[in-house]
């Protein structure tokens, strides 16, 4: 009987004693096994569209930063690329006509401007002369009326005396002299009222030009003032060419603009590795029409590779950056790594998921969360030759 006794408390002891060591053992470390390497996983894509002409890479292919991946058929970029230089090239010519054509119009506008009211003074100082003219031309005709009236009259006077002298003449009442004087006075009143006359067809000969004068010089003054009129908008004249100008002058930064995109356009029908790592999930063939945006491949930069392990949230009281962590990696048989916690996320993992949780809807059930914990690789380990995104591993956070 004491020898059973023995026996149970040798066991009790045994167990004791290995639970106390393995107590001791993990006292200070975290550990779990929802861990998984990651490294940027760059995509490259097609910024212009059109038919691939070269493909330079393979699946899996170790390519340096700048290395060239995909070419495009250039041909119809250069031609968009000449299209617009020369339609560049127009633009420009007409913004240095019309900037030449803004002081040009200045200049002119304000040299109408004195014309025109050079043109109406002087279309006013004509209808003033036709006015004269006019005046005075009605004063002669006035007065060779007058004279007219006064000279029939003297020739119907005398001409009555020369056929009263006639009588008397044959009757030897009066002299031959004296009958001859009457026949003089009567040719002279009868000259006179021609005279007369004629000087009231000069006077309205010389009202009618005056008067077509008169007209012309107001038209000329009508005219004269509409062109005052066009030129006092010589301000407006200006600020359009000015306007005019700043437009061409913008179009030119605009074309300016689709020619330097063009030039882009040109540069993207070459595709380069945007960074050095190995070409992954390539889909690109030679004679392939791309599309702008469309994925082509990725490139995985393996320089930089580290660790999401996701801890329970009970597992983060002591957790900080800088603790140091060993990852063991399934795929090499539990081959362990070195490294430290770079950061912890800044919230849990189904916070970033598609449907984040709604504990106010009503039914909620408590879940522990997990927190995304960067774990950085430390170096000179040959991470690089042996880690892929995406490996499953095991992490272990030493706390103290």
């Known amino acids: 009987m ?75 970029h250069e031609v968009a690329l000449d299209k617009a230089r020369a339609e560049l090239a127009s633009a420009e010519a007409d913004a240095a006509g019309a900037q030449v054509d803004v002081p040009i119009m200045a200049t002119t506008s304000a040299g109408n401007v004195s014309t025109a009211r050079g043109g109406v003074d002087l279309a006013q100082a004509g209808i003033e002369q036709a006015q004269r003219v006019i005046e005075g031309a009605d004063a002669r005709l006035v007065t060779a009326q007058a004279r007219q009236r006064e000279s029939e009259a003297n020739a119907t006077k005398t001409a009555r005396d020369v056929e009263r002298f006639k009588g008397l003449l044959a009757k030897d009442e009066i002299s031959q002299q004296q009958y001859d004087g009457a026949v003089a006075a009567a040719d002279a009143a009868r000259a006179g009222a021609d005279s007369a006359r004629s000087q009231i067809q000069e006077a309205q000969v010389a009202i009618r030009i005056a008067q077509s004068q008169l007209a012309q010089a107001q038209a000329a003054a009508a005219q004269a003032a509409a062109q005052l009129t066009t030129a006092q ?60 945006g469309q994925p082509l491949m990725t490139v995985i930069p393996l320089d930089e590779v580290w660790v999401t392990a996701n801890f329970k ?59 995304p914990v960067r774990i950085a690789i430390d170096e000179k380990q040959d991470a690089r030759q042996l880690l892929r995104p995406g490996m499953s591993v095991t992490a272990r956070v030493y706390l103290r």
């Open 2 to 76: 004491n020898t059973r006794i023995r026996i149970v408390i040798g066991v009790v002891l045994i167990a004791g004693l290995a639970a106390a060591v393995w107590m001791w053992a993990t006292a200070g470390r975290e550990t779990t096994d929802d861990a998984q390497v990651d490294a940027h996983v760059t995509p490259v894509v097609a910024r212009v569209g059109g038919i691939v002409r070269e493909v330079r890479v393979k699946e899996n292919q170790d390519v340096e930063a700048g290395a060239v991946l995909v070419v495009i058929d250039p041909r119809d």
């Open 233 to 292: 908008t010589a301000p407006q004249q200006v600020a359009a060419s000015r306007a005019r100008s700043a437009s061409a002058a913008a179009r030119v930064m605009q074309l300016r603009a689709a020619v330097q995109q063009a030039e882009l356009n040109l540069q993207y029908t070459t595709i380069a590795a945007p960074t050095k790592g190995i070409v992954s999930k390539k889909g690109v063939e030679i004679g392939q029409v791309v599309q702008p």
């Open 313 to 371: 949230e009970t597992q983060l009281l002591e957790m900080r950056p800088g603790l140091a962590v060993i990852v063991e990696v399934d795929a090499y048989g539990g081959r362990e790594f070195k490294g430290h916690i770079e950061s912890l996320a800044a919230a849990t993992g189904s916070r970033f998921s598609l449907l984040p949780p709604e504990n106010a809807t009503g039914n909620f059930v408590k879940v522990v969360q997990r927190v």
